[in-house]
């Protein structure tokens, strides 16, 4: 073989290496460093020291003395000459000489041959030169680019063969409510999903609403599935490579394209409410008996309705279920507020009895199965519970177990003897301060082991004081007025009531209210059936006839000259009472009230007889009074009412109806001066004719009948009057 090819020389001539680039152990000519031969085979004269001389001449046989080549790096490429080997036969040996093959004039290519398996690899000899590192990497750097190359030519002749082959299937790594159907036809992958995915529709799926988890069967709730629409959120194939390659290795998941009956959708959503929804419940501790029991925090939470649709139609199908959206009330009592306040407080408290020490060996005890009613918790704002003691409440327990310690405040009050009112005077109390008794309460429930507490007693003083009874005035009587003529019932009634007004005393500035101060008259307070109008007609009922204290009470207070605070006259005039200068009254519905606008106290006597009631007001008198009385006019005719006879019905006669009214004149009695003049016009109904009509007999035989009764006149007919109940 020409031109001196070694070992090396094939193999990295068509390693790939720039034009000009030659591995550090080929010389710049191509010829294998060592000693230049003759001509004749003969080995030359040992090499030259100067280190030129270690990389050979330009020409493998010429003179040793000849100037060398420059160094590698500066070798421009198209000085460098390329040795062409040549083509191998099969079967031909390797020394066996081809004639060299023909090489394009433009760029020569070097085809190295495979090494012969027969030469052992020899080392260079000692005089070769060291490797240049810079040609080294410029090898290595040729390499990479020639594995990259080829590396690409592979994937895009890949990725030409994949979209070809892929162009009508759905992308690769797609899915459907977790069913995989990448690489499959439209066809196939529907028939795939119906599969899959239709029986989900009639099985119930797992709803999670905050920390509740529930169910609902789609099918129920109007969601179905649009193929169609399915299939298309799937897309085209994806021409990108680098998405092409990662549809290798991910899954992207498209969902169900959900068909929807906006009515039954809103509806299944307001039926999972019973179940997702809750108020928020916040930490506490209550007591079951002696038992403190901790209430642990549970923040509250109100489902999302538009957003729980829409997340419903679009992820019914997931196989682990959908999420919907909740509003959350959040709490803010912490769990271990909670607990801090159980160990802290509320077990100490529940240990032992609550234990009060009253004077003179008096006790009180708050039992340890009653602390709940008086010991409550309460957030503090910092995730902590804060306790309240209800002082009242306790005093509701423990009050009464030491009443008989305490001494009672009494007002002043007045005696009316020997002509003239006299004072009574006043008792200053001792009592129990209860708020200062229990103030170490419930800071005091920690302590352990605590004993019981002592009761603080203080002065209470009265209502009305001694003195104060002294400056009010009450000296003479300012007004009296008496009214008789009622029966017995009526006058039990009207003395039990005025012995609960008599000594009441009405201070400067305030109101006096019949029916607050009396309270109820009913038969438990000894009250009896008597007379009172209802509906316009005569009846009977506890408590009748209290009417007719209502009047002379009114009276009084009317030529006292006190102020009218409301009053109300009877709806039909009854004869034993002044014309427009009358009051009625019924418990819960109508009440006589005055207002006393003197600068002296009011103090009521009442006088109570078999046949007449007296009622005298004390004070100051300061003003006359005087009442004028105007004529009756615009009569009315009664009705005639018919009712069975019994019990029920009381008979009347009727009277006339008619409009009047009553002119009040004030005058100062110091000076005669009129202070005041005011009218009230009364308008009273005419008082019906009633009629107890017995049962009719048994109708004669025919042939006695008498002649048929006339047809109801007007006047035969039940009154229509509605109004309220009054007592007479």
């Avoid at 193999?11 to 550090?24: F, H, K, V, W």
Wanted: proline share 11%; with cysteine.
């Amino acid at each position: 073989m020409t031109g001196g090819i070694g070992k090396h020389s094939g193999a990295e001539r068509g390693s790939g290496l720039p034009d000009g680039e030659t591995p550090d152990s080929v010389h710049p000519d191509g010829d294998v460093p060592g000693p230049p031969l003759p001509s004749d085979g003969e080995p030359t004269a040992e090499p030259s020291a100067d280190p030129r001389d270690a990389r050979g001449s330009g020409d493998a046989t010429g003179p040793a003395d000849v100037d060398p080549e420059p160094p590698t790096e500066h070798i421009r490429p198209e000085d460098v000459p390329t040795t062409v080997l040549p083509k191998m036969t099969p079967g031909a040996s390797p020394g066996a000489a081809t004639p060299p093959p023909v090489q394009p004039a433009a760029t020569p290519v070097a085809v190295p041959p495979p090494p012969p398996a027969s030469t052992p690899p020899q080392a260079p000899p000692p005089s070769a030169a060291a490797p240049d590192p810079d040609t080294d990497t410029r090898r290595r750097r040729r390499l990479v680019i020639g594995a990259a190359a080829g590396v690409l030519a592979v994937g895009v002749a890949g990725y030409i063969a994949d979209v070809a082959l892929s162009s009508d299937q759905v992308p690769r790594g797609v899915t459907v409510a977790g069913v995989d159907i990448g690489g499959m036809s439209p066809d196939e992958a529907e028939s795939v999903l119906r599969t899959e995915i239709d029986p989900r529709l009639g099985s119930p799926v797992v709803v999670r609403a905050g920390d509740v988890t529930t169910e609902l069967v789609p099918a129920e709730a109007g969601l179905g599935v649009d193929w169609d629409a399915t299939l298309d959120r799937a897309g085209d194939q994806p021409l990108n490579p680098i998405t092409r390659l990662a549809s290798l290795f991910t899954h992207r998941e498209v969902g169900v394209a959900a068909t929807r009956d906006d009515g039954a959708l809103a509806a299944a959503v307001e039926g999972l409410r019973t179940r997702t929804d809750r108020a928020p419940v916040e930490g506490s501790v209550v007591f079951e008996g002696a038992t403190p029991v901790a209430v642990s925090p549970r923040q509250g939470q109100t489902l999302d309705a538009p957003g729980a649709a829409e997340a419903l139609a679009d992820g019914w199908a997931a196989a682990d279920g959908v999420e919907v959206p909740v509003t959350v009330d959040p709490v803010s009592v912490t769990q271990s507020g909670v607990d801090r306040a159980l160990r802290e407080v509320a077990t100490p408290a529940a240990a032992t009895d609550l234990v009060v020490a009253g004077r003179d060996g008096g006790q009180a005890v708050l039992p340890r199965d009653r602390i709940g009613t008086v010991l409550s918790f309460t957030p503090d704002g910092d995730g902590g519970l804060s306790p309240h003691f209800d002082v009242d409440a306790a005093i509701g327990v423990l009050g009464p177990q030491l009443a008989a310690t305490e001494i009672q405040p009494k007002d002043a009050s007045f005696a009316l003897s020997g002509g003239a009112p006299k004072v009574v005077p006043a008792v200053t109390g001792e009592t129990i301060e209860w708020h200062k008794t229990l103030e170490s309460l419930p800071a005091g429930f920690s302590d352990a082991g605590r004993g019981s507490l002592d009761a603080v007693y203080e002065p209470k003083q009265p209502a009305l004081t001694t003195e104060a009874a002294n400056k009010l005035g009450i000296t003479e009587v300012i007004a009296e007025y008496t009214t008789g003529g009622f029966e017995y019932a009526s006058g039990v009634n009207i003395r039990l009531a005025a012995a609960e007004i008599d000594g009441a005393l009405v201070q400067p500035g305030k109101t006096f209210s019949l029916n607050d101060y009396t309270g109820p008259r009913g038969s438990a307070e000894g009250y009896v059936s008597s007379g009172i109008i209802n509906n316009g007609r005569p009846d009977t009922a506890v408590g009748g006839g209290i009417s007719q204290l209502a009047t002379t009470l009114y009276n009084a207070a009317y030529f006292a000259g006190m102020e009218d605070a409301g009053h109300t006259e009877h709806s039909y005039y009854i004869s034993r009472y002044p014309e427009a200068r009358e009051a009625t009254v019924y418990e819960g519905a109508i009440d006589l009230r005055f207002t006393n606008d003197t600068d002296t106290g009011v103090l009521i006597e009442t006088i109570g007889t078999s046949s007449d009631i007296t009622v005298r007001l004390w004070g100051t008198k300061t003003v006359d009074v005087e009442s004028i009385t105007g004529d009756r006019y615009a009569y009315t005719s009664p009705n005639t009412v018919t009712l069975p006879a019994g019990s029920g019905c009381i008979a009347s006669s009727g009277a006339q109806g008619f409009t009047t009214s009553d002119t009040r004149v004030i005058t100062d009695r110091a000076s005669g001066r009129e202070l005041s003049r005011n009218t009230r016009t009364v308008k009273y109904d005419p008082v019906p004719i009633v009629r107890c009509i017995s049962p009719e007999p048994p109708p004669a035989p025919a042939d006695a009948a008498a002649p048929a009764a006339p047809p109801a006149s007007a006047e035969d007919a039940p009154s229509a009057s509605a109004g309220e109940a009054e007592g007479e």
